[in-house]
């Protein structure tokens, strides 16, 4: 078959490069996910406090990231505070920043709904055994508060894998952008490159998310009760 | 016997609140050990309340409330250790689904009582054999049916070796073809000697179990009898009442 195009993955370094772009989409998911978890309990405990301004604000912070699309933020974040502060932040930084300021507010809406919906009578009957407060916490309600909690947590982590293709718009170099690169290279040589380099694209991000995907079903289907 | 006559709970004009509600209004009550008290109402007239104030689930607003001789209404009662010699099963089972049928029976044993674990499990494997649910003990909750879900509670219950059982309505969550097996497991427990308090709605059960009968209405002790007497000639026009609504006249 002369010229499928499927060559131009192996010219050069193209096939480093793809690999390369996709370690800066799983850097930038993973990085913004470790922050976003950890934020995003403190803000999920706090959800869960009697005061109502702060669970107000907390709440609306959270709307904010609903509504206002992510490809927002990140034009806001790069291209309107960072002149406007006179701070030069890189678009791979900006990318975290958002990213994780994003997945905190989704971690702690989470969190607070594992808390809420925890029946009363869990903490009674391990009260009923005599349990002191933190072996109610470590052995009866954390256990299943963090059970309730992984499949939503999963599947917002694969959201946020896929969402990183945006990051593409503010300069940062991904496994898209380098695969547009290698394609408008070639765009004469081998017009069919297009289809070989999307792709591969296609399967990479596959084999990123699909097993994060099996990871959540294992756990929803193993818990549920 | 002396052991026959010794009081373990005291109960003396106890007064709960829920906002405005007056839920239990002056409630006076004597609990024997090795007797089975079974308390009878009408729904919302205070009987499970009662129970959850004598393990401390329930904030009460006067009176007292002594476990052999101890006051558990001042201050600073250390509920975990009384928690454990008057241990509770509660309506919907309450196991932990996250545990096995043995996890959740030695929880309390293991983390609570700090006990030997070797000791710990021949004891809750004793007490599953005697309910026919030893093949069950590495099940998880969520694969048992309610009526052996319940019968895993009172076992596990059963395991921390309390001086008394609080028994709130256990059977009515169950399909009426499993509100035997659990009321068998009780009246032999019954038969052992064992100290019991039990709400229930099973009025052959309460007649068959009981050493004697609490009637209560609106927050209130209305008559307390022997099972063969409330029954037949309750003393009080209230009792009467509710009777009636467990006769089915023909028409």
Redesign the interface.
Known sequence: MPNSGVEVLFEGSNFERLLGGLLVTIEIAFISIMIGTILGVVMGLLRTVPTRSLRLLLRLYLEAFRIIPILVWLYVVHFSFSPLLHIDISGETTAILVFSLWGAAEIGDIVRGALESMPKHQAESGKALGLSKGQLYRYVLIPQAVRRMLPGAINLATRMVKTTSLVVLIGVIDVVKVGQQIIELGVIKAPNASFWVYGLIFILYFLVCYPLSVLSRKYERRWQS | MSENTEILLEVENLQKFFGDRHVLNGISLQVKRGEVTVILGPSGCGKSTLLRCL???EPVQGGTIHYLGQNLTGEHVN???I??HI??V?Q?Y?????MTVIENIL??PL???KRDSKEALQQAETLLDRVGLLARKND???QLSGGQKQRIAIV??LC?NPDIILFDEVTASLDPEMVREVLDVILGLANQGMTMLIVTHEMGFARSVGDRIVFMDQGKICEIADPEQFFTEPATERAQQFLNIFEYNKL
Not at chain 2, 94 to 98: I, K, Q, Y
């Open positions: 393990n401390g689930l509920w975990r250790e928690r454990q241990g509770m509660f919907n309450e196991l932990f689904p996250h929880l309390g983390k609570a009582q998880y909750p969520r596990r219950a921390m």
